[in-house]
């Protein structure tokens, strides 16, 4: 409520025709005061009265008052005090240069008194200012969130500019301080890394910002505009330091998964190979107990190398290593890795076209062959044939995996990749290679990173599956996901 | 004598029982404190290093290994990931395994670490024969059967480094740093373009390879004889 009481003084005081009407009051005021010492003194005395009342016009009521309030004096005097009483005639000719020099030095004594008024009024005024800009920027220092930034400019710029304050994302590009409408002021912030963010005011009434306004509010803008860049900035650290944290967690998760479903697994698979040895000092039937624990236990141990690469496949974990490759040596490497799995099977190769060099991650690209292989391994009689085929294409590389197995049930090749996502309450492989699925999901994670597609059907002449994938010659960029 | 440096007691017994049976001598120690306290007294020949290691990281033992012993040191893991694997094979460690690793191919591992340390001991050699490929050093002359192989200065070199490490895997880096003398930035560009030059020269088939085998992600191996 001072508030606007207050205000409505303010306007007043501003208003000319009040102030010039006050002016020309004063100086009846002072007449009148002056009137009961007519005839006791001289009335050049009376002279200093008028130029009382106006330095204080002047000191109040601005120059254009003061100026109007000396002419009006000078007559006032002429006609009350000056012999004759009552007129503008005077008897006595030197009053005419009391009249002159009493007209000069009220005009003279009006415009240094209103020169220094004004001049205190705007120390005033800048040390308000000042005052205000070291409120704000103490307020925005503390700030540690947006909106901690819009109620402390709300708080400090409201009473000071009667209007609403609030920070809004506005049209980049103003660059001063803007009426959007009748009443709302847009002061945009500056920089483009507060994202054309903009300081609005409602204000209570119309009107447009004074040259000095403008400048205060272009600082505080300034100001608030450096104070959310530096909340920003501390916003997006947080974040980086809370993705290395939960980054890491996975990293520890992994391995510790990875160290304690492989140690006993280490344990288990030597412990059956050495018994496996001793086959000469054990019971024949004891050796068959044997070699099916030999069986189910490298099951167990695709099956889990297999999780622990969905794991890290599915937690983002595994980056693509790109370096150039020719996908002969890779498949070389997968051939002499399988050489001892694959049995009495026939492990045949055809290459067709030049193969040239494709940047991939070799050991991933490893792992699909070897999958692919396996695949068909634990799909094909002991004595059956594999066959593993490199065929140079237009703009790609394609490798198929044959085998003259049983083949694919109908519409299985639409969904043998995704068992591990389907999930439909069995991951094993129902023709009992336990973990297929996985292993398939994965070969398609990894192909599709590396831009290529897997698919597989049955061969068109004869029997058997065909598993194939291609890699594209240029080389997609990609994350496992 | 073989030094099982390994926290599982499990695994410990198990590493012992399979080597002892292939006829090797096993002393083991349970943390890289003791590890490295039973490398200075008893002077094992070949040392077996678990790389997830309570007290110490692997990679620290390693390191505190190679601070004053040439000894060779296969590394266990139990993690995939082949950055591991280089990141131990170029601090230092000979040759590394992935949990879980059969006794078998340990017992070759073991082999050719311990033929390494058996040649580094030995004066160099003056020629290099596998499998009827044979390097002259002294005459800087390569022959396949008998034949002459005409190979660059490169290629040379290439061949030389591989070959001097037989049966061990060289990463990329470690190969760069032999033959180039530093390590390079352009993803090993060059060193596989030569690799495949010196593979078409030895009529070395990449997808049933006689010589060179490619360890995807690390590096490659030359057959070890």
Not at chain 1, 49 to 56: G, P, R, S
Not at chain 1, 179 to 208: A, K, Y
Not at chain 1, 334 to 361: A, F, H
Not at chain 2, 61 to 78: G, Q, Y
């Amino acid at each position: 409520m001072r508030v606007v009481k207050a205000a409505k003084k303010d306007a007043l005081l501003r208003s000319a025709a009040f102030r010039h009407g006050a002016a020309v009051a004063v100086v009846v005021a002072a007449s009148l005061l002056a009137l009961p010492l007519r005839g006791l003194t001289d009335p050049d005395n009376l002279t200093m009265v008028y130029f009382t009342a106006v330095v204080m016009i002047a000191l109040k009521l601005g120059l254009a008052p003061a100026i109007v309030g000396s002419v009006v004096s000078v007559a006032l005097f002429n006609f009350l005090f000056t012999p004759p009483y009552y007129s503008f005639e005077a008897i006595n000719p030197a009053s005419y240069l009391t009249f002159g020099i009493m007209l000069v030095s009220s005009l003279l004594a009006a415009v240094l008194t209103s020169g220094l008024s004004s001049r205190l009024a705007e120390a005033d005024q800048q040390k308000t200012e000042t005052r205000l800009l070291l409120d704000v920027a103490r307020a925005l220092s503390s700030a540690v969130s947006r909106s901690d930034v819009e109620a402390g400019l709300s708080r400090l710029l409201s009473p000071r500019y009667q209007a609403r304050v609030t920070l809004a994302a506005g049209t980049a590009g103003a660059a001063a301080v803007t009426r959007l409408s009748g009443l709302v002021w847009q002061v945009p912030l500056g920089g483009e890394e507060v994202g054309g963010d903009v300081l609005l005011l409602e204000r209570g009434e119309p009107g447009d910002a004074s040259d000095a306004a403008r400048l205060e509010l272009e600082t505080v803008a300034a100001l608030a505009a450096q104070a959310l860049l530096r909340i920003a900035n501390a916003e997006a650290a947080a974040r980086a330091t809370a993705n290395q944290e939960s980054e890491r967690l996975r990293n520890v998760l992994l391995s510790s998964l990875s160290h304690d479903l492989r140690t006993p697994l280490t344990v288990l698979s030597g412990t059956v190979a050495n018994l496996a040895r001793m086959r000469k000092r054990l019971p024949r039937d004891a050796m068959e107990e044997v070699a099916q624990l030999t069986r189910q236990v490298t099951r167990l141990q695709t099956f889990t190398g297999n999780l622990l690469k969905m794991a890290a496949i599915s937690a983002g974990h595994l980056r693509l290593h790109r370096e150039p490759y020719s996908l002969l040596e890779i498949a070389g490497a997968t051939l002499q890795r399988l050489g001892e799995v694959k049995g009495e099977r026939r492990l045949l190769t055809q290459v067709s076209g030049d193969i040239p060099m494709i940047d991939m991650d070799g050991a991933l690209i490893e792992q699909v062959i070897a999958n692919l292989i396996d695949n068909a391994i634990q799909h094909t009689e002991p004595e059956g044939t594999i066959i593993l085929e490199l065929q140079r294409q237009e703009g790609q590389v394609r490798v198929s995996i044959r085998d003259d197995g049983p083949g694919l049930a109908p519409g299985d090749d639409a969904v043998i990749f995704e068992r591990f996502k389907t999930g439909d309450g069995s991951l094993s492989d129902r023709k009992g290679g336990g973990g297929h699925g996985l292993g398939l999901a994965i070969c398609r994670g990894i192909i599709e990173a590396h831009g290529g597609i897997i698919d597989a059907r049955n061969n068109p002449e004869g029997r058997g599956a065909c598993f194939s994938f291609t890699l594209p010659l240029g080389g997609a960029s990609g994350r496992l996901s | 004598m073989i030094l099982v440096i390994e926290d599982e007691r499990d695994v410990r017994r198990l590493i012992q029982r399979s080597l002892e049976a292939l006829g090797h001598e096993v002393i083991d120690a349970e943390n890289g404190k003791t590890g490295l306290e039973a490398l200075v007294r008893q002077k094992p020949d070949v040392v077996i290093l678990d790389l997830g290691l309570p007290d110490r990281d692997g990679m620290a033992v390693l390191a505190a290994i190679r601070e004053w012993s040439e000894v060779p040191v296969i590394v266990l893991s139990a993690r995939d990931g082949e950055s591991d694997k280089v990141a131990a094979l170029e601090a230092g460690a000979d040759d590394y395994l992935t949990k879980p690793f059969s006794a078998a191919e340990l017992s070759v591992r073991i082999k050719v670490a311990l033929r390494h340390a058996a040649r580094a001991v030995s004066t160099g050699e003056p020629v290099i024969t596998v499998e009827g490929l044979s390097v002259d050093l002294a005459a800087r002359r390569v022959t396949l059967e008998g034949q002459e192989i005409h190979l660059t200065p490169i290629e040379y070199k290439l061949l030389t480094a591989l070959m001097r490490h037989r049966g061990k895997v060289l990463t990329h880096g470690q190969i760069m740093k032999e033959v180039w003398g530093r390590h390079s930035n352009d993803g090993n560009q060059g060193l596989r373009i030569h690799m495949q030059h010196v593979r078409e020269k030895l009529g070395d088939d990449p997808l049933s390879p006689r010589f060179i085998f490619t360890e995807p992600g690390i590096g490659y191996r030359f057959r070890m004889g």
